[in-house]
């Protein structure tokens, strides 16, 4: 079993819901150790730590045992770690950002200073295997939040691509015709 580290965040419908209802809700679901977040409006965070083979089945069905549990039209709204920050990197190794910025090994960012997850867990564990001096970093506690990586980077992108229900976490048929058009690509565009 692979310890997975990751977080959750769910829309919640418009309507006047008690936050603690909410966190409840989470906890009825059976994730009596989640750390949920209610502090912004309309969004429910819930941070978990799970052990499982296949991260994105994991989140899958975290997700889907905690939305039968929300009001109704809750939805999936995002899965993470996915795109990360130098800083978050560094925080979960226990070192400074500056650290990872000398390091060659470090991948390019993908969007406006965020590095995909996935790419970030490769380095490190590159950097750990094949350096010569041991680095200082605390992969060891850093190693469920980057496992965790993969599945919530996939889970995102089959959302976006309407692959995957983000109201009951359902995987839906991925012909063409069932992708929105907004996220088809046409010949010629």
Same mark, same amino acid.
């Given at each position: 079993m692979t310890k997975l580290e990751f977080d959750i965040i769910f829309a919640i419908p418009d309507g006047d819901y008690d936050e603690l209802d909410l966190s409840n809700a989470v906890f009825e679901a059976g994730f009596e150790d989640a750390v949920v977040g209610t502090g912004l409006p309309g969004l429910l965070a819930v941070a978990l730590e799970m052990e499982g083979? !296949? #991260?994105e089945s994991v989140i899958v069905s975290t997700a889907r045992d905690i939305l039968k549990q929300l009001p109704k039209g809750s939805t999936l709204r995002e899965v993470r770690p996915d795109l990360v920050s130098l800083s978050d990197v560094a925080k979960k190794l226990d070192v400074k950002r500056q650290a990872l910025q000398k390091r060659r090994e470090m991948p390019m960012p993908a969007i406006s200073g965020y590095y995909r997850v996935t790419e970030i867990a490769e380095a490190i564990f590159t950097i750990t295997a094949t350096s010569l001096r041991q680095p200082r970093f605390n992969v060891h506690i850093a190693t469920p939040w980057l496992n965790a990586g993969i599945g919530a980077q996939t889970l995102n992108a089959r959302i976006a691509l309407g692959e995957v229900d983000p109201e009951n976490m359902e995987y839906r048929a991925t012909d063409k015709k !069932? /992708? &929105? &058009? #907004?996220?088809? /690509?046409h010949a010629g565009a």
């Open positions: 083979e !296949d #991260a !069932d /992708i &929105p &058009p #907004a996220y088809q /690509i």
